[in-house]
Each structure stands twice: as structure tokens, then as C-alpha cells.
């Protein structure tokens, strides 16, 4: 059970403020006395803790005392315990006079804001998470990760196949090692700087407080927030895909259309890809007009169209290839080689960049006709005119690359939240079925909404245990059917002399655990309890 409040002792035995500068000058105990209030923000991954302390300033006793860089340790507690709340250094002064009052205000932050000062240019190949942000620390922070031998940057499960970097806060790249770093089959970390000034990497949800909150909140706070609610995912792979995905839309007649001619499935005498390919015989008046459909494509920069064609003589006339849209008026043409008797490879750039338009891309190929468009391409129509009938053959037609995509919804989620749309890039996935198995576990994972509390409490005795950002936590509101496991995102303790009470302010948030991919499914990697990942900053 917490001391009673009129238990509760003044300067330092409750608090103790010392500052001691770079050069190590002896430190300083403001007493009791001349302490005004002191708030500690102890922060946790998205950001760094911090402090704010105001004192009495009679008879300019602190006007020359306090410097920028001093060093600052802040002991907060009930009764005889007083552990270390905070370590860091002052980083702005403020004065402020009144007639009869004079009062100086010192705030900063813990060494976290090291994480800000350096950039970083460099490749990380085939590197455990780990590694990485132990070079980080210990080639441009410089902040220590070892507690009485004990290593505090922990293992991951994930290796970054290559992750570029170039004039990158320290702080950016832990952040996104944090956010795709995998443990035991749940993906994230958290990183703080503790008490002491030693820097902490750890899996979400592994460090657990050791504080009860039972009976001890004066105040709850309990909310639900949909804005983070996503239910219809989807995920796009490495850019190594073909459509068809056997790189041959010529093995069947299934989406062929003719338009004039017949259409035949041929062994092709050998077809140059595959077992068959697509011939058109064409009409008298020599025309061969037919088309591949395609489910609605967005053409992306960089992507080509590959075709083998060829006929039988006489050699066609005119011989065209069109990307159109579904309804056939609209589509972007240029030349298409047909050999007679012989197979011709054509390979074809695609996307806004190739439109021919001699005022910004003279070297373009493609003529306009109507209004196409690279956002809606649903069909690859061949056009050859001959002066007599003749078979127009063609061959392994396939895109590439594009990249792996697919996508996963909860239709529960969109019935009772409305459709919520997200899309992710992830380089290292090399299927679709991964992309869906990577889209699953984010809908899971998002398509809730998530769960906070902010609780107050004027009586909470933590010990020797302060209570930091990124532990866990259990909480119990029976009026609100909250009985549950909180990760804590931010505490404040704010001390006021004045009326010696210590207030503790906890903000708690709840969701569901990313599940990493692997669960799933074996993956086809080098290791499959290892997640290969690749980054380019």
C-alpha cells in the first residue's frame, strides 16, 4: 500500500536536482526549499525523454549557476526511495522577475537527443538488425549499451539484405529497423535511453513493469480510436514479376479475341516460347486483327512488353501493335515486327515517358489515338494488313517487370468502420502469395480500432521501480470492462513543492501484436526463421 500523502518528505529525500557540467565540475543539490516544480517526460521510441525544473532565484543565487550542457540527474520519490528518474543535460535557461519574486527555468533532455545530431552515409549488406544499430551507437552516437556486462541491445530475427543510407538521422534509421524488426514471430522493437544514461533495444512488450496500479488511480481516461483503422491492404513485392506469370499469355485462347480473321491454337513449328502460340488467319481482304484482354493494369515507369511474331507469306503490309483500353478506341500504337517464316523479337517500353510528343519526348514511339491511358490498359491488340490471306502468329506476350502484388480485406471491419484502404511496398517479398500473407497480417493487425488510457494518480509508490516508457503494464477498470496488458507510451511525473505532491501521469496504448510473415508460411530463404528485408534510405 502507498505512504499517506502527508508522508511524503520535501527536497532530498523527495527530490534531488544535481547538475554537474561537461568538465565535471562538483555538482550541485538545490535544496528543498528553492525548488519550485520539476515535470520528467520519460519518452520511448517516437521520442526521447525530457525536463523541465523551476526554482526561486532570491538574490541571483542561480542567475550565473545554471549553463547549456550542464549534466542533470533527477531522483524522484515517496519517502526514503528515490531512484533515478532522469539523465541528461540542460539545454535552455529562462529567467523570469516579478516585483517581489525571481524565478529561473532549466529544461533538456535525456542523451536520446544525441540520436538527432548525426547523419549517416552507408550500406549495410547482409546485416542482423542488431548489428546495425550497435555500429549505430558506437561509431556515431557513442552512447552505451552495456549494463553491468549485460548486453541491452537484443537479437532480432532480421536480416537486412542491403540498406543504403545517405546524410540519414541516426534516429530515422532506428525508427525504421524498430518498426520491421522481427522476435519469436512478432514484428517490432522499442529503444529508449534509461535513467542511467545506457541505451536500450528491445522487442515491443518483453519488459514488463513491476508496479501495481491496483487501487492507486484517481483518474482514468479510457478511449477508442478508429483513425488508424485499416481494412483492405494492399502490398506490393519486389519488382520481378511477369504478367502472365509464366510469361507466356500464348499456352491458351482463353482472353483472345478476334476482331477480323479466325483464331487458332498452334504448335507454332516450334512456337519460340512454351508448347503453343496464338495464330489469326486472316480474312480475304487480308486483314488479322486480334487482341489479348487483361484484367485493369496501372503501367508503371521502367515496365516492357515483350511479343515474338511472325507469318507466312506474302509479308503483311501494315503491321501495328496497340495498348488500349477496354473499349478499343482508345490506345497507344507503334510499329510491330513480323518476320516471314522466322520469329522476330520485339521488346516495347511502356508508361507516360514513352508517349511520342515531339515537344517534350521526340525519341517517344508511341502515337496517341483517342485518349488512352497507362492507368487503364486492359488489352494487347495485334493489326497486320496484308493484300491476300495470311496467318498472323504470335508468341510468349508477357509484362515485366512489374512488381508482386495482392490484397486482403476484412468485410466485417468495413461493415462496421467503413472501407479503409491502405498500401505498403515491401521489397523483399517475391510472390503474390507472400504479398497476401504480408496484407493478411497487417488487415489483422489494423483492422480494429486501437485502445488508450490516460491515468492519474496522486499516490502510486513505484519503490525503487520507477515506471518507464515501453514497459508493460496491467490495468483493471471494471466500469469500463478494461482488464488487460497496456504497452506505455509516455510517463510524466510532475513534482510541485508548494503542495509536496508527486502526480504520476501514465499514457497506455493497446493493440494487436504484428504477426511477422514467417508465421505463415515456410519461407524459401536461406534461413526460414530469418526475415530478409531491403532498405533504401
Same mark, same amino acid.
Given at each position: 500500500?502507498?505512504?499517506?500523502?502527508?508522508?511524503?518528505?520535501?527536497?532530498?529525500?523527495?527530490?534531488?536536482?544535481?547538475?554537474?557540467?561537461?568538465?565535471?565540475?562538483?555538482?550541485?543539490?538545490?535544496?528543498?526549499? $528553492?525548488?519550485? *516544480?520539476?515535470?520528467?517526460?520519460?519518452?520511448? !521510441?517516437?521520442?526521447? #525523454?525530457?525536463? =523541465?525544473? %523551476?526554482?526561486?532565484?532570491?538574490?541571483?543565487?542561480?542567475?550565473?549557476?545554471?549553463?547549456?550542457?550542464?549534466?542533470?540527474?533527477?531522483?524522484?520519490?515517496?519517502?526514503?526511495?528515490?531512484?533515478?528518474?532522469?539523465?541528461?543535460?540542460?539545454?535552455?535557461?529562462?529567467?523570469?522577475?516579478?516585483?517581489?519574486?525571481?524565478?529561473?527555468?532549466?529544461?533538456?533532455?535525456?542523451?536520446?537527443?544525441?540520436?538527432?545530431?548525426?547523419?549517416?552515409?552507408?550500406?549495410?549488406?547482409?546485416?542482423?538488425?542488431?548489428?546495425?544499430?550497435?555500429?549505430?551507437?558506437?561509431?556515431?552516437?557513442?552512447?552505451?549499451?552495456?549494463? $553491468?556486462?549485460? *548486453?541491452?541491445?537484443?537479437?532480432?530475427?532480421? !536480416?537486412?539484405?542491403? #540498406?543504403?543510407? =545517405?546524410? %540519414?538521422?541516426?534516429?530515422?534509421?532506428?525508427?525504421?529497423?524498430?518498426?520491421?524488426?522481427?522476435?519469436?514471430?512478432?514484428?517490432?522493437?522499442?529503444?529508449?535511453?534509461?535513467?542511467?544514461?545506457?541505451?536500450?533495444?528491445?522487442?515491443?512488450?518483453?519488459?514488463?513493469?513491476?508496479?501495481?496500479?491496483?487501487?492507486?488511480?484517481?483518474?482514468?481516461?479510457?478511449?477508442?480510436?478508429?483513425?488508424?483503422?485499416?481494412?483492405?491492404?494492399?502490398?506490393?513485392?519486389?519488382?520481378?514479376?511477369?504478367?502472365?506469370?509464366?510469361?507466356?499469355?500464348?499456352?491458351?485462347?482463353?482472353?483472345?479475341?478476334?476482331?477480323?480473321?479466325?483464331?487458332?491454337?498452334?504448335?507454332?513449328?516450334?512456337?519460340?516460347?512454351?508448347?503453343?502460340?496464338?495464330?489469326?488467319i486472316a480474312t480475304l481482304s487480308g486483314v488479322s486483327q486480334f487482341y489479348r484482354s487483361f484484367e485493369q493494369m496501372v503501367i508503371p515507369e521502367g515496365c516492357k512488353l515483350l511479343i515474338w511474331a511472325r507469318s507466312g507469306a506474302p509479308e503483311f503490309g501494315t503491321k501495328k501493335i496497340r495498348v488500349r483500353a477496354p473499349d478499343g478506341s482508345n490506345y497507344f500504337e507503334t510499329n510491330l515486327t513480323v518476320n516471314v517464316g522466322s520469329w522476330a523479337r520485339n521488346e516495347f517500353a511502356l508508361g507516360k515517358n514513352q508517349e511520342y510528343d515531339p515537344n517534350t519526348n521526340p525519341n517517344g514511339i508511341w502515337t496517341k489515338v483517342g485518349l488512352p491511358t497507362w492507368f487503364n490498359v486492359q488489352g494487347i491488340e495485334i493489326y497486320c494488313v496484308g493484300s491476300s490471306e495470311v496467318a498472323a502468329l504470335v508468341d510468349g506476350l508477357h509484362f515485366f517487370p512489374i512488381r508482386f502484388h495482392e490484397t486482403y480485406e476484412d468485410?466485417?471491419?468495413?461493415?462496421?468502420?467503413?472501407?479503409?484502404?491502405?498500401?505498403?511496398?515491401?521489397?523483399?517479398?517475391?510472390?503474390?502469395?507472400?504479398?497476401?500473407?504480408?496484407?493478411?497480417?497487417?488487415?489483422?493487425?489494423?483492422?480494429?480500432?486501437?485502445?488508450?488510457?490516460?491515468?492519474?494518480?496522486?499516490?502510486?509508490?513505484?519503490?525503487?521501480?520507477?515506471?518507464?516508457?515501453?514497459?508493460?503494464?496491467?490495468?483493471?477498470?471494471?466500469?469500463?470492462?478494461?482488464?488487460?496488458?497496456?504497452?506505455?507510451?509516455?510517463?510524466?511525473?510532475?513534482?510541485?513543492?508548494?503542495?509536496?505532491?508527486?502526480?504520476?501521469?501514465?499514457?497506455?496504448?493497446?493493440?494487436?501484436?504484428?504477426?511477422?510473415?514467417?508465421?505463415?508460411?515456410?519461407?524459401?530463404?536461406?534461413?526460414?526463421?530469418?526475415?530478409?528485408?531491403?532498405?533504401?534510405?
Amino acid at each position: 500500500m502507498a505512504l499517506p500523502i502527508s508522508r511524503i518528505t520535501v527536497g532530498e529525500q523527495y527530490n534531488a536536482l544535481q547538475y554537474n557540467n561537461s568538465h565535471y565540475k562538483t555538482g550541485v543539490i538545490v535544496p528543498p526549499e $528553492d525548488q519550485i *516544480e520539476i515535470r520528467v517526460h520519460s519518452g520511448c !521510441t517516437k521520442e526521447v #525523454s525530457s525536463f =523541465e525544473a %523551476t526554482f526561486a532565484n532570491f538574490d541571483k543565487k542561480y542567475t550565473d549557476l545554471f549553463a547549456v550542457m550542464d549534466l542533470v540527474r533527477i531522483w524522484i520519490g515517496r519517502g526514503t526511495n528515490l531512484p533515478l528518474i532522469f539523465f541528461g543535460k540542460v539545454e535552455e535557461i529562462k529567467a523570469d522577475s516579478f516585483a517581489m519574486e525571481n524565478y529561473v527555468t532549466v529544461n533538456g533532455r535525456c542523451f536520446g537527443e544525441w540520436l538527432f545530431r548525426r547523419l549517416v552515409t552507408k550500406a549495410y549488406l547482409n546485416k542482423k538488425g542488431e548489428d546495425i544499430v550497435k555500429d549505430l551507437m558506437d561509431n556515431f552516437v557513442g552512447l552505451s549499451h552495456v549494463r $553491468d556486462s549485460t *548486453e541491452l541491445i537484443e537479437n532480432t530475427d532480421t !536480416t537486412y539484405t542491403r #540498406s543504403e543510407y =545517405e546524410d %540519414t538521422p541516426v534516429f530515422d534509421i532506428l525508427k525504421h529497423i524498430s518498426e520491421s524488426a522481427d522476435k519469436a514471430g512478432v514484428i517490432g522493437f522499442d529503444f529508449r535511453v534509461a535513467p542511467d544514461g545506457k541505451f536500450e533495444f528491445f522487442p515491443r512488450n518483453s519488459k514488463t513493469s513491476s508496479v501495481s496500479l491496483s487501487e492507486k488511480l484517481e483518474v482514468g481516461k479510457y478511449r477508442k480510436d478508429i483513425s488508424r483503422v485499416r481494412n483492405k491492404i494492399k502490398v506490393y513485392g519486389a519488382r520481378e514479376r511477369k504478367e502472365p506469370a509464366n510469361g507466356d499469355a500464348c499456352e491458351s485462347l482463353t482472353d483472345w479475341i478476334a476482331i477480323n480473321g479466325t483464331l487458332v491454337l498452334d504448335p507454332g513449328g516450334p512456337p519460340q516460347v512454351g508448347d503453343y502460340c496464338v495464330k489469326c488467319i486472316a480474312t480475304l481482304s487480308g486483314v488479322s486483327q486480334f487482341y489479348r484482354s487483361f484484367e485493369q493494369m496501372v503501367i508503371p515507369e521502367g515496365c516492357k512488353l515483350l511479343i515474338w511474331a511472325r507469318s507466312g507469306a506474302p509479308e503483311f503490309g501494315t503491321k501495328k501493335i496497340r495498348v488500349r483500353a477496354p473499349d478499343g478506341s482508345n490506345y497507344f500504337e507503334t510499329n510491330l515486327t513480323v518476320n516471314v517464316g522466322s520469329w522476330a523479337r520485339n521488346e516495347f517500353a511502356l508508361g507516360k515517358n514513352q508517349e511520342y510528343d515531339p515537344n517534350t519526348n521526340p525519341n517517344g514511339i508511341w502515337t496517341k489515338v483517342g485518349l488512352p491511358t497507362w492507368f487503364n490498359v486492359q488489352g494487347i491488340e495485334i493489326y497486320c494488313v496484308g493484300s491476300s490471306e495470311v496467318a498472323a502468329l504470335v508468341d510468349g506476350l508477357h509484362f515485366f517487370p512489374i512488381r508482386f502484388h495482392e490484397t486482403y480485406e476484412d468485410f466485417i471491419s468495413q461493415q462496421n468502420y467503413g472501407l479503409r484502404e491502405l498500401v505498403e511496398v515491401d521489397e523483399e517479398l517475391y510472390s503474390d502469395y507472400e504479398c497476401w500473407l504480408r496484407a493478411r497480417a497487417i488487415c489483422d493487425h489494423l483492422k480494429n480500432p486501437a485502445e488508450y488510457l490516460t491515468l492519474i494518480s496522486l499516490i502510486l509508490d513505484y519503490g525503487n521501480m520507477p515506471i518507464l516508457a515501453g514497459d508493460k503494464i496491467h490495468v483493471t477498470l471494471p466500469n469500463e470492462n478494461v482488464d488487460a496488458d497496456f504497452r506505455i507510451l509516455s510517463v510524466d511525473y510532475y513534482v510541485n513543492e508548494e503542495t509536496q505532491e508527486l502526480e504520476v501521469i501514465l499514457e497506455l496504448g493497446k493493440e494487436l501484436p504484428l504477426l511477422a510473415d514467417y508465421l505463415y508460411v515456410l519461407r524459401s530463404k536461406t534461413s526460414s526463421l530469418a526475415r530478409y528485408k531491403a532498405s533504401v534510405r
